[in-house]
């Protein structure tokens, strides 16, 4: 299974933040959204990912006031990102060994959608319960 599976299933949507808005503006976004990360952008170019682990270790760091800092100040530069191509056993691995929970999906330099942690766990269900139901088929039918 690709990338572009799960996109095609569960959408193209990726909030985005721009590097100089406030981290509260951040925080808003991703509570009202109810998602884990947002990628920073200038126009098309991804210029980081802000993560609400980005925000912890800010608030750990810095304290309160950092609400009223720019999401630049604490936004993860090194972007990890993958193709619609690479397959979903690639980025799982990748994103168990590096310990990240989210991937935008970068073709031709343009944001096309963002895949968690959760979207890949969901994935190989589905490939393991198709899996099953084919064995068993299989079972009964000899």
């Known amino acids: 299974m690709h990338v572009s599976t799960i996109i095609g299933d569960k959408g193209n949507a990726v909030y985005t933040i721009e590097p100089g808005q406030m981290l509260s503006d951040a925080v808003n976004v991703l509570c009202e959204k109810r998602i884990g990360a947002l990628v920073v952008v200038s126009g ?43 397959s979903v056993d690639y980025i799982r691995s990748l994103m168990t060994s590096q310990r990240f929970r989210h991937m935008p999906v970068i073709e031709d330099g343009l944001l096309q959608g963002m895949v968690s942690i959760g979207d890949v766990v969901k994935s190989r269900i589905a490939e393991v319960e198709a899996e099953t139901d084919a064995l068993k088929s299989y079972i009964a039918s000899g």
């Open 44 to 86: 098309a170019q991804v210029e980081g990912i802000l993560t609400e682990r980005d925000i912890m270790h800010a608030l750990h760091k810095d304290g309160g006031t950092i609400l009223s800092r720019p999401v630049r100040d604490y936004m993860t530069s090194e972007v990890m990102a993958c193709k619609m191509t690479d």
